[in-house]
Antibody
Framework: VQLLESGGNLVQPGGSLRLSCAASGFTFSHYAMSWVRQAPGKGLDWVAA????????YYADSVKGRFTISRDNSKNTLYLQVNSLRAEDTALYYC?????????????WGQGTLVTVSS | SYDLTQPPSVSVSPGQTANITCSGHHLADNFASWYQQKPGQSPVLVIS???KRPSGIPERFSGSNSGNTATLTISGTQPIDEADYYC?????????FGGGTKLTVL
């Protein structure tokens, strides 16, 4: 199993980014996926989840309405569209593989992509 | 919002047993998982669904969940176990992590 995140960058408050997570080594469409972030020197913070088919999505209250999780099973890729970014969104964003259903058993994690929100 | 509370730090001598607790309202009604994170590395799942140990995780790691408290137990703690440990709970539509516990082996 390999998860490779990309798309992180320095962005101004109010800006947008699209994060990607390329998956390999397992049947991507069979598994739910999540994004989890970690601010510098802080703990883990779950952001969003999506089922294997992409038919259901779930969000933390702190990002609802600003972030959108999606996936392209034909490309084995998970996405996170992040809009209206705030300073408190500055973090390392990990993608994490879940089980066949969204049950928050994150058994594999990527190395993360860094999002920095600053003027 | 649902909160999970962990002690900021726990210290243990090599070879002894370390217990890291995670408290939340009626936590036992939800499954608890535990993650280990070493400096500069991604988290690793060490206990899932209260008590299950994923493949490759040493037998010295075990978990329990009762009432309002989940506990990660490391028996015969080794220096390589020094890390941050996070508990996590799930309730069908949201995921919550505890604040993390720094385990020091000295």
């Amino acid at each position: 199993v390999q998860l490779l995140e990309s798309g992180g960058n320095l962005v101004q408050p109010g800006g947008s980014l699209r994060l990607s997570c390329a998956a390999s080594g397992f049947t991507f469409s069979h598994y739910a996926m999540s994004w989890v972030r970690q601010a510098p020197g802080k703990g883990l913070d779950w952001v969003a989840a999506i089922t294997g088919s992409g038919g259901s999505t779930y969000y933390a209250d702190s990002v609802k309405g600003r972030f959108t999780i999606s996936r392209d099973n034909s490309k084995n890729t998970l996405y996170l569209q992040v809009n209206s970014l705030r300073a408190e969104d500055t973090a390392l964003y990990y993608c994490a593989k879940d089980g066949e259903y969204f049950d928050a058993n994150f058994d594999f994690w990527g190395q993360g992509t860094l999002v920095t929100v600053s003027s | 919002s649902y909160d999970l509370t962990q002690p900021p730090s726990v210290s243990v001598s090599p070879g002894q047993t370390a217990n890291i607790t995670c408290s939340g309202h009626h936590l036992a009604d939800n499954f608890a998982s535990w993650y280990q994170q070493k400096p500069g590395q991604s988290p690793v799942l060490v206990i899932s669904q209260d008590t299950k140990r994923p493949s490759g995780i040493p037998e010295r790691f075990s978990g329990s969940n009762s009432g309002n408290t989940a506990t990660l137990t490391i028996s015969g703690t080794q220096p390589i176990d020094e890390a941050d440990y996070y508990c996590q709970a799930w309730d069908s539509s949201t995921v919550v992590f505890g604040g993390g516990t720094k385990l020091t082996v000295l």
